[in-house]
């Protein structure tokens, strides 16, 4: 099972950018699927989640910019970033998982590839 990121790119500081991920069907052991993302010589952090029934969560440092959804028509898990800024440069992964009753999010076993996303300021 493998998921399958697309939408990065190089954009200019200000600029907006909105990643896709492909969700494969019939696998069901997660609920929710995020975003994560990791910068040259960082750790990977994440950036936003979104359940199966469509509750979301994105953190703070983000909040004002980003937004997570899910289409349930085409299975994919869309992040659309907006007033990117230089240091929101990084590879971007989706993932499947499991959010808790708490609302607390854990990665699953099942990441995509990534998608480079480069912001020039």
């Known amino acids: 099972v493998r998921l399958v990121e697309s939408g990065g790119g190089l954009v200019q500081a200000g600029g907006s950018l909105r990643l896709s991920c492909a969700v494969p069907?019939?696998?069901?052991?997660?609920?929710?699927q995020a975003w994560y993302r990791q910068a040259p010589g960082k750790e990977r952090e994440m950036v936003a989640h979104?359940?199966?029934?469509?509750?979301?969560n994105v953190v703070d440092s983000v909040k004002s910019r980003f937004t997570i959804s899910k289409d349930n028509f085409e299975n994919t898990v869309n992040l659309q970033m907006s007033n990117l800024k230089p240091e929101d440069t990084a590879v971007y992964y989706c993932n499947a998982g499991m959010v808790d009753d708490s609302g607390r999010y854990y990665s699953g076993r099942y990441w995509g590839q990534g998608t480079q996303v480069t912001v020039s300021s």
């Open positions: 979104v359940t199966e029934g469509g509750a979301t």
């Open positions: 069907r019939g696998v069901y052991d997660f609920n929710a």
